[in-house]
């Protein structure tokens, strides 16, 4: 093959997964060889991934002028073709130019900036509340309310899968290779026993702590990640767009089993997720109730005497 064609190849080749990534990026997932950052799936995601893309073009300018400078100088500047250098070693107007420009550039880049941090923290106005804590080396969900009525007693834990846990046992003798979802998806170390269930297009509030020891909770596709810190509540909020799983990691190095903590957010249609939450809520209050029968159903003490 040519140096040509295998260019050509080469940058067919970028097409196509630039085009995939364009693809799948839209729903929070990357794709091997992927070079840029994902969309994400929630409106602050977006956000942050077009003031990603407004930061690397004005990067991109700043390079094209300061490289194209130095190969003008080098060029049209150089003893070979007669430049004498000056002798003057200031230049007032020069100064204050160098100076400006950049204190404009940082301008424009900390007011988009700035202007997504406030509505990050904006988390008024939820349709669903879920408090999540870190332990080590699991998280808790806990479902605070829910279209503003409390939620009875739905939380669980969440913890990486049993297959996944079993086969990272030293000498488990199974291959993690051999551990794919049906759709043929590599999902060791991904995947957990349960998945946090959200509504799409509902604005979710995430209260995040921590019992033990530092976490981080990181979902790419919500587009940001907060310390999980025992004694303080760090809240922060997304929406689903599309219906799908999402995966994220814990953030912060909290012990041996750091890595092995993954999280999943597995997003449903919002009547799909009301049917799911008054299932969770009447299998608590039947359980509440076998508990109460059970002690009441104690035998009383034979009387003494
Ligand atoms: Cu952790």
């Known amino acids: 093959m040519s140096w040509t ?11 196509g997964s630039a085009a995939a990534t364009g693809a799948t990026a839209a729903v929070g997932h990357p794709v091997p060889w992927q070079l840029n950052m994902t969309e994400g799936a929630s409106p ?30 080098m060029m049209r500047f150089r003893k070979s073709r007669g430049a004498v250098a000056e002798t003057w070693t ?16 940082l301008i424009a880049l900390a007011l988009p900036a700035t202007r997504i941090l406030i509505n990050e923290s904006n988390t008024g106005d939820a349709g669903l509340t879920i408090k999540v804590t870190g332990f080590q080396w699991k ?12 939620v009875s007693r739905v939380g669980f834990i969440s913890k990486l899968a049993f297959n996944s846990d079993e086969a990272r046992q030293l000498d488990s003798g199974i291959n993690p290779r051999s551990l794919k979802s049906k759709t043929g998806y590599d999902d060791y170390l991904l995947n957990v026993n349960h998945p946090l269930v959200v509504p799409t297009h509902t604005k979710i509030r995430f209260v995040i702590t921590a019992d033990d020891v530092i976490h981080g909770w990181w979902v790419p596709a919500l587009g940001w990640q907060a310390d999980a810190v025992p004694g303080l509540i760090h809240d922060m909020w997304g929406e689903i767009d599309t219906p ?23 997003a449903v249609p919002p009547a799909a997720f009301q049917g799911w ?14 508990r109460t029968v059970q002690v009441t159903s104690v035998p009383a003490p034979a009387p003494q005497g």
Not at 139 to 150: H, I, L, N
Not at 277 to 290: F, G, H, K
């Open 90 to 105: 200031h230049n007032v107007k020069l100064e204050v130019i160098w100076t400006v420009v950049p204190v404009l550039i």
């Open 5 to 15: 064609a295998r260019i050509g190849a080469a940058l067919a080749l970028a097409a």
């Open 44 to 73: 602050l995601s977006h956000q942050v991934y077009d003031l990603h893309m407004y930061a690397f073009w004005v990067c991109v300018g700043i390079g094209v002028v300061v490289f194209g400078a130095m190969i003008v100088a």
């Open 277 to 290: 939450l008054a299932a969770q809520e009447s299998r608590a209050r039947l359980d509440t109730v076998a």
């Open 244 to 266: 799908g799983t999402y995966r994220g990691q814990c953030a912060q190095l909290c012990g041996q089993d750091h890595a092995y903590m993954p999280i999943v957010i597995k």
């Open 139 to 150: 998280w808790r969900y806990d479902y605070v309310d829910y279209q503003g009525r409390p």
